[in-house]
Structure formats: C-alpha cells, structure tokens
C-alpha cells in the first residue's frame, strides 16, 4: 500500500505504508482501499491468509491499516479465508450499518461459485465473518470478482461473472436482501441469458439518483465486443435491462472490464482495455 502527497510546489512523493509478504499478513491486493471516519484503511488481497487452514494454498484475507502519532502503519489481519467461507477476493469492500463490510470472494471450497460475506465488530472488539449468500454456480450466478454497492434498507447489489442461465453461464446481476430472522435472500435482477445484450461482467453497478442501475459487460452483445447497459424497476419490483451501447471491433472500443461512473450532467464515463487508434483501449463517454 502506498500513499502519494503533494508539496507546495505541485510535485508528488510516494511513500509505502506496508508492504505484503504474501504470508499470514496477505499478498497481491488486486483492488483499491475505503477509509472509515477515523482515517484507517481496510482493503483485500487475494492471496496470502493462514494457509495451514485453507482447502487450497492461499485463500486471501481482509486486512486494516492504522496509523500511530509518528506517522507509522500497522497492518491488522481482520479475517483470513479458509476456503469453505471463500476465497480469493478481488474487489474492494464497502461499509454498511453500524460499521460493518461487506465483500466478495471469486471463489470457495463448496460450490466453487465465490460468496458474498459480512464482517460485522464482536463485543471483544474483533470481527466476525458471516457468509450471505454462496453462489451455486447456477441460475443464481457464480464467481463474482466485482465488489458491491450499498442500496435502500441495507439491499446490496452486485455481478457475477458467469452463472446464470447453463446454456450461456454468461452472468447475473443480483441483489441480496436481508430478512428480519438475520438471513440474506438473494434475488436476479438480470441474466445475460444468451449473452446478445452482453455477458460476463467483470465490474460492478452503480446507482442514478432515480434508482437505476448501470453498468458494463466484458463479452457479448451484437459484436461480442461487450456492451453498456441499464436496468430500471417497475411498481411491481420487475427490472428490465436495456442495451446503452454495443461496443465494435477495430479503432471502436471493446470488452470493457471496469466500471462506470457518472458526471453531474448524468453522462457516463468508463474504460476499455483494447480498442482505439493504437489497439491500446480508450476512454469513453456515453451522453445522457
């Protein structure tokens, strides 16, 4: 982990807060870090953990930073993955109530299709982990590399790269509610069945001000170079998803693996890795 502060004169100094040594402390964090109110860190790495526990090598963990009075960071092990509660997170975390995380794990030792966890704070001040929802790899869509997003009542939304219908195993966007017994019901809001309106989405989706959810498809759509798309609810709870973009071969974009975000106008940004004048990728803008 690393920190980038400015000077008076605009130029930039890295410094390394910690340093992974892919052991008990974790190993090769693939996404960003949240802050809570107190300015600690909390992120994941997807390998590393207590190995000796886990059904494979390495199962990944969920790790805080702290910083003392002289500016040093001390890194905290909050839960290590054993497998058969997941393993191998790739995606960032995100806080729910009363301080909690919620995360994703690509993978377990049970299904194989990744899990949705909480880790909520125990009485003795540490965390406990619990499993929402663990992915069949069916119609209940399998592997989520994506992380989540908090919505109303505490509802959390996210992808899965495959799952979903068994002919095409091209995806599912979901939702997981919480019920008043403690437990989690997960719901399909969209299957890329099929995988014309896209399929295989590797990111995340994202809110509008008017409770429509938006996001991308690595794969699919009309030029299988994947696709943008909607969904939007209706009175009676049902989501529709509607194609925003297909992205083409060649100097078009294509196979977009990232997520969206949006400007004040409502217009959407995001990225792909290939495409452009140079076959390097490009940034795009979808206007509203």
């Not at 802050?35 to 992120?43: E, F, I, Q, T, V």
């Not at 390998?47 to 969920?62: F, Q």
């Amino acid at each position: 982990m690393f920190e980038l502060t400015p000077d008076s004169n605009g130029k930039w100094t890295e410094h390394v807060l910690y340093e992974f040594t892919g052991g008990k402390d974790g190993g090769q964090p693939w996404s960003g870090l949240i802050l809570d109110s107190n300015g600690n860190l909390y992120g994941t790495t997807s390998e590393g953990g207590n190995s000796s526990d886990c059904a494979y090598s390495s199962c990944g963990l969920v790790f805080s930073l702290t910083s003392s009075a002289n500016g040093d960071w001390k890194e905290h092990v909050l839960h290590a993955f054993t497998g058969k509660d997941g393993g191998g997170p790739l995606a960032s975390l995100v806080f729910g109530g009363g301080g909690n995380l919620y995360g994703t794990t690509e993978w377990d030792s049970v299904y194989l299709g990744g899990t949705v966890f909480e880790l909520a704070h125990d009485a003795n001040g540490g965390w406990t982990e619990h499993v929402l929802h663990r992915f069949s790899r069916g119609t209940d869509g399998g592997n989520p590399v994506a992380g989540l997003i908090l919505g109303t009542a505490g509802h959390l939304y996210g992808t899965t790269e495959f799952g979903g219908d068994p002919t095409c195993d091209c995806g599912v966007v979901f939702e997981l509610a919480p019920t008043s017994h403690g437990r989690w019901t997960e719901y399909v809001l969209h299957d890329f069945a099929g995988g014309a309106d896209g399929a295989v989405p590797l990111a995340g989706v994202i809110f509008d001000a008017a409770g429509n959810l938006y996001g991308t498809a690595s794969e699919g759509g009309v030029y299988r170079q994947g696709t943008v798309f909607k969904l939007t609810i209706d009175l009676n709870g049902k989501w529709t998803e509607y194609v925003l973009h297909q992205f083409t071969p060649g100097k078009g974009a294509g196979s977009p693996n990232a997520g969206l975000t949006f400007d004040s106008a409502g217009n959407l940004y995001g990225t792909t890795p290939v495409g452009g004048f140079y076959g390097k990728g490009t940034v795009f803008e979808l206007a509203h």
